[in-house]
Nanobody
Framework: EVQLVESGGGLVQAGGSLRLSCTAS????????IGWFRQAPGKEREGVSC???????WYPNSMKDRFTVSRDNAKKTVYLEMNSLKPEDTAVYYC?????????????????WGQGTQVTVSS
């Protein structure tokens, strides 16, 4: 069974940091672009970062100074390091995997999605 499992979410104070993990099972993610999205209550889903199979990275301008995406193919895991967190970063964070060009995955997601992990940033 193909699965993506996110972990590492939680409650953190503004200015703090979290590292999210997205671990794949049931398939080999090496050739997949892996994206991170988030969705806050009442808001549309938005792309947070994406990393291609060769390690090229994408971030929206509003996050490129605070978020860092990386991947460890040996562990089938992609990480999202989030620093200087703000209350507006509060959302459910999802990872997704796709074989399309990584900018397509960054924009619309891929073939597989995780269930999400809650990130709450208190002021």
């Amino acid at each position: 069974e193909v699965q993506l499992v996110e972990s590492g979410g939680g409650l953190v104070q503004a200015g703090g940091s979290l590292r999210l993990s997205c671990t794949a099972s049931g398939f080999t993610p090496d050739n997949y672009a892996i994206g991170w999205f988030r969705q806050a209550p009442g808001k549309e889903r938005e792309g947070v970062s994406c990393i291609s199979s060769d390690g090229t990275k994408w971030y929206p301008n509003s996050m490129k100074d605070r978020f860092t995406v990386s991947r460890d193919n040996a562990k089938k895991t992609v990480y999202l390091e989030m620093n200087s967190l703000k209350p507006e970063d509060t959302a459910v964070y999802y990872c997704t995997a796709g074989l399309n060009h990584f900018l397509v995955v960054a924009a619309q997601g891929g073939d597989y999605w995780g269930q999400g992990t809650q990130v709450t940033v208190s002021s």
